[in-house]
């Protein structure tokens, strides 16, 4: 079967290509028009929806009411009842749910094309491709997927036969990518994990494509014969490159972090020595970094764990796979801690709360088997322990101490507003409940709350190295400072809700690319648990609450025991799109759907306890009269 016959019953007859657009290393094309200072982007960068997923002003289905009938804007939903199938999906999937990406994709494309699903994966880069040429949700964040699927789907072509299809796409990759080139001097790389390697790693790849197309040109290639190399982009650290290789190659060990991005080493990363897979067969919590260690042993021993690891990461998307599996801790702590600081009736199981604590060793906790501890998600474990009923002393953390902040882990470059925000929701989560614990934590939490206070922009919110969205940042840090920060940070606070109410959208939704029912719920909740008297935001949290009813949400699988066709009320479809655009930082933008959708219940329940008249069918009817 061709990659065209596995994506021409999804995506159909292809649109007249249009240029890219966005800020970033993408060229907005010619008419463009600079809308000022100050513009908040609705969302040109972002990508198609893809197939099977409803485009954003489309028509889309409403939940069901328990009777059957649709539901409308004004149905109030059963937040206990979402909350409960959203905390037993914890359990029912240990290693997460995220959403596909594109880079990781690309990457078992190229190193694993003996691995169950890769001709769904092929076809998945073929129709997740932008009508430019590129890869990615929006042009600031659109350089590495479309560097590694690029590199990927000219992988595949050197290895025969060539399918027409895989040709075109890499061909309109590569000239995205020398037609972007052109500001590589000037723009600078976004800030995720180790993407001056990987950079790095797939120009030096795709050079290497090139330079085999010029000795023996590929049908549908032949114009890229004899093309000079593709330059690096500014910031990119071919030299660090060599130093990685070569340490792997002596048998030195790397940073803990850098495991998972294993892949960056090329063959070096083979079998090397010191690094083995996790008990449940991870290089890394990375499937790239996985079929790297693996290399092409996974096509001789099917019974590896290894093998057993990426076939099972291949399940949930049906070949293509997530940047980060398993993400156990991580998701379980957000989850739970997220529904528990709203106020969402809980009843948690065992199971997950002695999950979190027995993950609390002297260093914290990792987000999942193959990572290494960092302080976010060693804060946030504990800050939901805490609010379970369950607190655990936080020493942990101050392994992670650096002066008067917090790193996200020893040597970080940079630094992390919202894992300073999270680390303050753990000092002072706990030392609520152990006021003898103060002393310890007092100065640390002082300095911390000052830090956040200085970092806060002009305009009255944060930004953040671990997610594109600013509401996010706003919401960590707002909600923390208003919760521990004392009364020197009431006038930050203010100022955090203040930007939120005058950035709310026309059509009741927050979002820095385009309304999202992610940044919705952030927004929500700042305005419920931080504003002073709600009554001042009760037309912003109504229209909020109308956008996010009417809205799909990410997520439609179900807990154990129902149908996992059937969608949980008001949710939709899961998969990334310009709904629901990734916005979490790893190697590539993610969604952590389960994570969301905490997110999004948490101010969904906010607001019916807060403004009990939404709870009522005619609130449509009394907020606009």
Known sequence: MSVHDLISPIIGARTTPAPDTGTGVLDPGPGHVDPGPGHVDPGPGLVDPGPGLVAPGASRPQPARPDGDAAGPEHAVDVAAEARVLVAGLLARPGGETSASVYETGRLVSLAPWLTGHHERLAYLVAAQRPGGGWGPHADYILVPTLSATEALLSELGRGPRDPEVAAAAGRGLHALFRWSRKFGATALPDLPAIELIAASLVAAINRHLRRITEAPLDGLRTW?????????????????????????????????????????????????????????????????????????GALEPAHPAVRHLRKATEAHGGPVPCAVPITAFERGWVLSWLARAGVTLTVPAELTASLAAGLGPGGVPAGPGLPADADTT???????????????????????????????????????????????????????????????????????????????????????????????????GLALAGFGGPDSAEAVRRAVRWVRATQREDGSWGVWRGTVEETAYAMQVLLLAGEGHDRAAQEVARGYEYLLRSPWPGTRSGPGEPETRPAAGAGTWRASGDHPPMWHDKDLYLPAAIVRAAVLGALHLAQREMPTLRNPDVGARHHA
Request: aromatic share 8%; net charge negative; hydrophobic share 40%.
């Open 379 to 477: 804060s946030v474990a504990l800050y939901a322990l805490a609010l379970l009923g369950a607190p655990r002393e936080p020493d942990s953390l101050l392994a992670y101490r650096s002066g008067t902040h917090f790193c996200t882990w020893p040597g970080e470059q940079g630094l992390s507003p919202t894992v300073n925000a999270h680390v303050l929701d753990a000092f002072g989560q706990y030392t609520a409940a152990r006021p003898d614990a103060r002393p310890a934590y007092g100065e640390a939490m002082e300095q911390v709350a000052s830090r956040l206070r200085e970092w806060q922009r002009a305009d009255g919110s944060w930004s953040d190295r671990w997610h594109a969205s600013p509401y996010y940042a706003t919401f960590s840090c």
């Open 225 to 297: 014969v004899g093309t000079p190399p593709l330059p690096l982009p500014r910031g990119a650290d071919d030299l660090r490159l060599v130093t990685v290789r070569a340490r792997l190659r002596s048998g030195a060990p790397l940073p803990d972090k850098l495991l998972h991005a294993l892949e960056v080493a090329d063959d070096a990363a083979f079998q090397a020595p010191g690094i083995s897979p996790t008990a449940a067969g991870t290089v890394g919590a990375s499937p790239a970094a996985t079929a790297a260690w693996l290399g092409d042993l």
